[in-house]
């Protein structure tokens, strides 16, 4: 039984002089260095080369040294796991009366960068060593790799690397003895994914299937999704199945995860067991019993322990955000206690599952690294079986009435996934509805319509994009608009009563920095701008239209960017100067709507008589505070604080005329008076013929 021994290390960490050591105290041993196949190959070790070309003779050299009865010594970094799978697995197939021995060089990241430094032949670049290091951080190598040993070792702490491999040498064959007996004498029962590699295919399929919601059928419905996942270089119509598609997926941790062979199983392993469908009543566990793998055993070989694992990420996955009293992991390893995936005591279960979480859930990229507060969630899955057909009901009623083309896409694409999931209900009951609609037949639309271009528009908004924009002939016009291109920065689509508009600020011109809404079907793009603005500029935008919008009793904002700033700046006296008290009168029946609409307007510019005696809501008291008018026909006041453009607003006129006789407007006195020219002109349209 031949001992071989692999060196594992990031750059610098002291590898070759181990390799050399252990030659000295290891006749005849033949050292195998990638280092020395670079010159062998291409005449300068510090040429990288093709490394298929490099690990094909690695392997033939291997081969040669093991037949031959020599001791084989593999020096290289050796850094990331599926590497050292690739290089051991094979041989320990092929020569299973062989033991392999790993050395791990633990030598601090300083220290390598330091020896790095100092070597006078092919210093390697620091972000490589600093990523090989990071790499051995995150996946040290472990005995379930295929080692019959593992020795750590770090040369910066130790004086005489001579003595001291000459005393722990003799001491490794007992050590292995050991470690093999104690492994054939459990009574551990173990299961197919009792080998770390295939442990690992399992794990990281969960991962894909959880970053890549659709994961399979990408290339049909989200080619862009799968594009970005693969690199630009990759051809997607060589992926022709849905084993294609994941497999390309899982190689972009490495190859050796994409198996096909073993994708297929392991997505029957996930069907059979409730991963991939959302059924109420989950099955009893599938997972047949097998012998004891050819590799080392890893932490979850045992069933029980692989079992308890996989019942916790099904139970995160179909419960995401699991409340209850005390903090996440209490709330968590109650209910996985409750239903039998933990036993023991709370403690003890506790500490459980928090190694579950560092072990397995976090490294693996199951769990994000950020401290779970709230409730623990697996990649994507934020929501709960309920929930979900609570979100399909609510953007189905949304994508009818308001026609956005982005609900729609989301739409379909929830449709597609809760059909493949078995979740969607033939027929759901329209709970929830919105009865607001759009009036305005997107079919009929110029194609050259910001309403067609929906998903344009929204980048442009995100990025800071100024537009120049001129809007249709022959469409509906109040008066006041620009008849030729402008340029405008978009701050936000807003969906108001019966369509869908665009709020922006003016680029340029006279009317700089005007805020101003107008509905997307009626504008169309000009030539392209190359002009950007920051997102904090945008965001400040943003918050400026919502408070004109909630000050001036719907879209009309006035035309004039000046007494705008006026009014955002909150200065009473400047506002003062630019506003006026719109004062209402209602009779019972019309105060009390009005009184329940008590969030129409801001709290600052309403004030309103006390509700009627009868009413259920008392309401604010800084709010209903006014006098009654004392007149019987319309006792309740309603004092309304607004800027003077305000009284254009389409919006405003609409709500005040909808009370019929049960309103009466007692001022401003020019308002009064516009008031009743208004509904003269429209009396006059009905009086008798002369």
Not at 444 to 451: F, G, I, M, R, T
């Amino acid at each position: 039984m031949t001992q071989h021994h692999i060196l594992i290390g990031p750059p610098s960490s002291g590898k070759t002089t181990l390799a050399q050591t252990l030659q000295h105290h290891l006749p005849p041993s033949v050292v195998i260095s990638t280092d020395a196949i670079r010159a062998q190959l291409y005449g300068d070790p510090s040429i990288q080369g093709q490394w298929p070309e490099i690990f094909a003779q690695v392997q033939a050299q291997c081969h040669q040294a093991i037949t031959a009865g020599k001791t084989l010594i593999y020096d290289a970094t050796n850094a990331k796991r599926p590497w050292r799978f690739r290089f051991l697995l094979p041989f320990l197939d092929t020569y299973p009366d062989q033991v392999w021995i790993g050395w791990y060089l633990t030598t601090p990241l300083n220290t390598c960068l330091q020896w790095n430094q100092e070597r006078h032949d092919r210093p390697v670049p620091a972000a490589i060593l600093q990523d090989l290091h990071a790499a051995l951080h995150a996946f040290p190598p472990e005995a379930a790799e295929g080692f019959a040993t593992l020795e750590p070792l770090d040369p910066s702490q130790i004086a005489d690397l001579d003595r001291h491999l000459h005393d722990i040498l003799p001491r490794l064959a007992r050590k292995i003895t050991n470690r093999r007996n104690a492994t054939q004498a459990t009574k551990h029962v173990f299961h197919p994914y009792s080998s770390l590699l295939a442990f690992e295919r399992l794990l990281y399929l969960i991962r894909v299937l959880l970053e890549y919601p659709g994961a399979g059928n990408l290339r049909h419905h989200q080619p862009d999704v799968l594009q970005q996942a693969l690199g630009a270089t990759t051809d997607l119509s060589t992926l022709t199945t849905d084993l294609d598609e994941l497999s390309a997926l899982l190689s972009q941790q490495d190859p050796l995860y994409g198996d096909r062979p073993a994708l297929a199983q392991n997505l029957d392993w996930l069907q059979r067991n409730g991963f991939l469908h959302s059924e109420p009543c989950l099955p009893p566990w599938d997972l047949p019993e097998q012998p004891l793998p050819l590799t080392p055993t890893h932490g979850y070989s045992e069933i029980d322990r692989f079992l308890r694992l996989m019942g916790t990420l099904r139970f995160i996955a179909h419960h995401p955000f699991y409340g209850g009293d005390g903090s996440a992991l209490e709330a968590l390893t109650q209910a996985l206690r409750d239903r039998n995936i933990l036993a023991g005591s709370l403690g003890s279960c506790r500490d459980t599952l928090r190694k579950d979480i560092q072990l397995i859930l976090k490294p693996y990229g199951l769990l994000m690294p950020q401290r779970y507060k709230q409730g623990y969630f697996l990649g994507t899955g934020i929501f709960s079986q309920p929930q979900l057909l609570q979100l399909h009901q609510l953007l189905a009623g949304q994508a009818k009435s308001l026609a956005d083309p982005t609900v729609l896409d989301l739409l379909n694409t929830l449709n597609d996934r809760l059909k493949y999931s078995k979740l969607s209900p033939l027929a759901p009951y329209p709970v929830r509805a919105l009865y607001n609609f759009t009036i305005t037949n997107q079919t009929h639309l110029p194609s050259d319509a910001l309403a067609n271009t929906v998903d344009r528009l929204e980048q442009d908004i995100e990025q800071g994009h100024c537009l120049e924009l001129q809007r249709f002939r022959g469409v509906g016009r109040h008066g006041t608009e620009s008849e030729t291109f402008f340029q405008a920065w978009p701050v936000q689509m807003v969906f108001h009563n019966i369509g869908w508009y665009l709020g922006y600020e003016v680029a340029s011109g006279p009317d700089i920095g005007l805020l101003e809404f107008d509905r997307l079907d009626r504008v169309f793009r000009g030539r392209v701008v190359d002009q950007y603005r920051d997102r904090g500029i945008q965001d400040r935008a943003c918050q400026q239209l919502q408070a004109l919008f909630q000050a001036s009793g719907g879209l009309f904002l006035g035309k004039n960017p000046h007494h705008q700033r006026q009014w955002l700046s909150g200065k009473r006296q400047q506002r003062q100067a630019i506003s006026a008290t719109l004062e209402l009168w209602f009779s019972d029946r019309a105060f009390r709507f009005v009184s329940e609409g008590d969030q129409r307007f801001p709290p600052d510019q309403i004030q309103l008589s006390p509700r009627l005696p009868d009413s259920a809501r008392p309401g604010h008291p800084k709010l209903f505070r006014l006098k009654p008018t004392g007149d019987p026909a319309h006792p309740h006041r309603c004092l309304l604080t607004l800027p003077y453009w305000a009284w254009d607003n389409v919006d405003l006129k609409r709500w005040i005329w909808g009370f019929d006789d049960g309103v009466r407007v007692m001022g401003p006195p020019h308002w009064v008076e516009n008031f009743r020219q208004r509904l003269g002109a429209i009396a006059a349209l009905y009086l008798p013929p002369p």
